[in-house]
């Protein structure tokens, strides 16, 4: 069965501490694997698409990294502007489906 | 890219009522999506709307709690029907581009 499972649940980083957010899949064959951020009230803003185990795609503070099993988010010296709950998602090779893990909650604190 | 807005962006309803949800996207695409984001959970597909044929929905879900309209390539309508308690939450649609989803603002949904 697909599944993804982010942890942790929730985050709090005083600003500048580097951290990382971590994204555990199952698929039975991966087409993307993708990052968003989700800040309240509004709906996901894609980040980042990952297609291969060993890709990295950098913005910002931000930069992503892909294994066969799982994704991360690391946030170098973050800022309280990256506060926001970060969703990853994966495609299967077959059919149109996204399936999302439940997030993680960042708060930078100043 | 693409810029996807959604009507109304929040409602208050009674349950037994119904609500239309609407959404608009600013170029033509093939599929919209339609999502749930219920508190502290993940999202959920509802239905996947292709223009000028049926919803096709996921496990779960039914065409006459949530019937859906694709009209033309920009817009699709979504309506949460006989709406109880249990479908407060966030209704979100979504477009695919070539790399990556879209998703509009969101309808935040709570039933009383």
């Known amino acids: 069965e697909d599944q993804v499972t982010q942890s942790p649940e929730a985050l709090r980083l005083q600003e500048g501490e580097s951290s990382s957010l971590n994204c555990s899949y199952t698929v039975s064959g991966l087409r993307g694997l993708f990052w968003y951020r989700q800040d309240p009230g509004k709906g996901p803003e894609f980040l980042f698409t990952?297609?291969?185990a060993g890709e990295e795609k950098e913005k910002e503070r931000l930069k992503a990294t892909l294994t066969k099993k799982e994704s991360f988010l690391h946030i170098t010296a973050p800022k309280p502007e990256d506060s926001a709950t970060y969703l990853c998602?994966?495609?299967?090779?077959?059919?149109?489906?996204?399936?999302f893990g439940t997030g993680t909650s960042l708060t930078v604190i100043p | 890219s693409a810029v996807i807005s959604q009507k109304p962006s929040r409602d208050i309803c009674q349950r037994g009522t119904s609500l239309t949800i609407q959404c608009q996207v600013d170029?033509?695409?093939?599929?919209m999506f339609w999502y749930r984001q219920q508190p502290g959970q993940s999202l959920t597909l509802i239905a996947t709307a292709n223009q000028g044929s049926e919803a096709t929905y996921e496990s779960g879900f039914v065409i006459d709690k949530f019937p859906i309209s694709r009209p033309n390539l920009t817009f699709s309508t979504l309506t949460v029907s006989n709406m109880s308690p249990e479908d407060s939450s966030i209704y979100l649609c979504?477009?695919?581009?070539?790399?990556?989803?879209?998703f509009g603002p969101g309808t935040r949904l709570t039933v009383t």
């Open positions: 170029s033509q695409v093939t599929m």
């Open positions: 998602a994966v495609q299967p090779n077959t059919g149109n489906q996204f399936y």
């Open positions: 990952l297609y291969s």
């Open positions: 979504s477009v695919v581009g070539q790399f990556e989803q879209y």
